[in-house]
């Protein structure tokens, strides 16, 4: 691990927002080949007040700062000196993220491989719970003269890595170091600043290509982490490697949680149809078997009939073809009469009877009775599900924080819309006009339910203006 050339650094700054705080100190140490080359600090100017509780914290003032220089004089010489090696960092981030806006002030692009020293930590002593400075200090019983300075610092780092070095065998470390440092190899035609940005949180991600063409929609519960193994490098999916070409940007989405994201993919995916997203199921071909005892299974199309209100339906059923390869599946299991199911014409005895697959529904053998509960018990487990609402539901959905929260507005299986706490509600006949039924928001929209059954939070919104607070 320490054969590649590091830098371990640390900054004191104004504040902890890296675009709008500054840097008042950098303070850091180069190793090579497990060997300290030289230590260098220095104060800087931000050119901006230092907060009274940021001086005292630090024991920095403006005072000091005052002829110090600023990061226009000394970035040119750090950038050369930063380049190609690894930047080492506790909580890299942070420090990662203040040297990239203040280079950026300078018109300079610096981007390295980091290692995070918590990370690391992390993923060595899994079983500690507190990887903070003070903590390690304490646990490993680290020399720390100049706690809060950024040199000091930075020489707590060096005594960490030499305490990771003798705690864990060479392979260990090597293996943990390199799982960090994994840094995906970003496709050629993708700004790597820009997915600086992406979220961890749940949300759908969109692929553009030239032109902005959109290449792939895809959701996850980790934005950062899903997008990033499109580019792993390795290129196990052939489609990965096409993208890889094609991709020129990267927007997002975020949502509250993972029904919102699989809610908002299924319907980009529909109304933009990207490039590499897998074929679409078409609703146009989309059909059911209405059934009552006493006659035949009707095939009905999607288009024609509120699939969710009635529960007389089986099915549902890509293609006409489809349901009917169905149908005469279970009538073979199940020994039932293709005649009277519909599925052959003619009187008399059934084709099926004459090789004794059919019980005889069609020559009076088995009564229209007991065939008809027969098939019912065959069609249950294809029983369309109705909607269990009397009109227009909010589904709620929070973050694991609590902070988002989110309203999926659904009717009768149908996906209308995400609203946000106090947004309008638009009234049910607009919502009635809009809802397309689509075989996939279905199939999201029961699996849901199914799974989280009555942890969910449902609002009628029947009588409602607006989206109300939680109770
Ligand atoms: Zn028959």
Redesign the pocket.
Known sequence: MLDQPLVLLDLETTGGNATSDRIIEIGLIEVHGGRVLREWSTLVDPQVRIPPWIEQFTGISNAMVAGAPSFAEIGPALHAQLAGKVLVAHNARFDYGFLKNEFRRQGLRYQAKVLCTVKLSRRLYPEHRHHNLDSLIERHGLPAAERHRALGDARVLWELLRVFQRERSPDELAAAVQMLLKTPSLPPGLDAEALEALPEGPGVYLFHGDNDAVLYVGKSVNLRERVLSHFSGDHRLNKDMRIAQQIRRVDWIETAGELGALLQEARLVKTLMPIHNQRLRRNRSLCAFQWEPGRAPQLVQAGELDFSRLDNLYGLFKSRRDALDCLRGLAEEHGL????LGLEGGRG??F??QLKR?R????GEESAAAHDARLAAALARLRVQSWPFAGPVGLRERDAAGEREELHVLDAWCYLGTLRPGDALPDADTLRRQARFDLDTYTILTRYFAKHGRRLEIVELGAQRRVPPAA
């Open positions: 009469c293709q005649r009277h005895p059934c099926a009877y059919c005889g529904a069609c020559v």
